[in-house]
């Protein structure tokens, strides 16, 4: 029932950055947590950052360092901001959503995605 939008990919350069979006049409605050996975063809999905509704945070190693994940719980908007991109980067980049809907059990939702492009 949530729905997830992505926004704020693009084109940059190698070192460039970007702030990718994504708006959710519920209340942010009252999800479990909410994160960023990224996939490239001929690979599997792989979860870049999370948050926790606690604000505790997660980042797989490639990008630890150069990205953060945050929030702004008055928009209901989760960002992600990439810097000193590299064109391994280079994915499409999905907004998830975890709510809790019973004991111990967690439904997810998906945004769309949004393209980034790190090329020279």
């Known amino acids: 029932q949530v729905q997830l939008v992505e926004s704020g990919g693009g084109l940059v350069q190698p070192g460039g950055s970007l702030r990718l979006s994504c708006a959710a049409s519920?209340?942010?605050?009252?999800?479990?947590?909410m994160g960023w996975y990224r996939q490239t063809p001929g690979k599997r999905r792989e979860l870049v950052a999370d948050?926790?509704?606690?604000?505790?945070?997660n980042y797989i190693d490639s990008v630890k360092g150069r990205f953060t994940i945050s929030r702004d719980n008055s928009e209901n908007t989760v960002y992600l901001q990439m810097n000193s991109l590299k064109p391994e980067d280079t994915a499409v980049y999905y907004c998830?959503?975890?709510?809790?809907?019973?004991?111990?059990?967690?439904?997810?939702?998906w945004g769309r995605g949004t393209q980034v492009t790190v090329s020279s």
């Open positions: 519920g209340s942010i605050s009252s999800f479990y947590a």
């Open positions: 948050m926790t509704r606690g604000g505790s945070t």
């Open positions: 998830i959503a975890d709510q809790e809907s019973g004991i111990g059990t967690m439904r997810r939702t």
